[in-house]
């Protein structure tokens, strides 16, 4: 993962003048928590090229093949997640389903619990 992050270091992300390390940091986070599967590796470069773009009113040229990145297409549109949940891939068919944030899971994971014991009234 690191590797895949500090390609915002490199050609075209270099040319623009937008400190890269806080993208960088993140998109390291993110992706040590998340598996590959959960297809959030073009995020932060996403995010990265956009803020190039909006500062400096152009495009990096061609990062999305140097990067492996496809454009962003529609994704979730008919479902809806809660708040300790995401929306993604089920299978490689394009059928989507919503998983459980890994961050929302961790504190139950480490105890080996399945959540907070409930509280009666």
């Known amino acids: 993962m690191w590797s895949r992050c500090n390609l915002l270091k ?5 040319s623009c003048d937008i400190d890269p390390e806080p993208y960088i940091s993140a998109c390291i986070d993110t992706l040590c ?15 990265y090229a956009r803020a190039c773009s909006l500062k400096r009113d152009t495009t990096l040229e061609d990062w999305r093949s140097k990067a492996d ?9 008919d479902r809806t997640c809660s708040d300790h949940e995401f929306c993604g891939e ?3 068919g394009g059928e989507t389903r919503c998983f459980c ?6 504190k139950y994971r480490k105890i080996n619990s399945l959540g907070t014991t409930a509280v009666t009234t």
């Not at 928590?33 to 995010?47: K, T």
């Not at 990145?69 to 549109?77: E, I, K, N, T, V």
């Not at 944030?101 to 961790?106: K, N, P, T």
């Open 69 to 77: 990145c496809s454009p962003p297409g529609a994704f979730c549109q």
């Open 90 to 92: 089920k299978t490689a």
């Open 10 to 14: 490199e050609v075209p992300f270099s």
């Open 33 to 47: 928590s998340y598996s590959d599967l959960d297809h959030l590796r073009c995020q932060f470069l996403e995010a």
């Open 101 to 106: 944030r890994v961050l929302f899971a961790s």
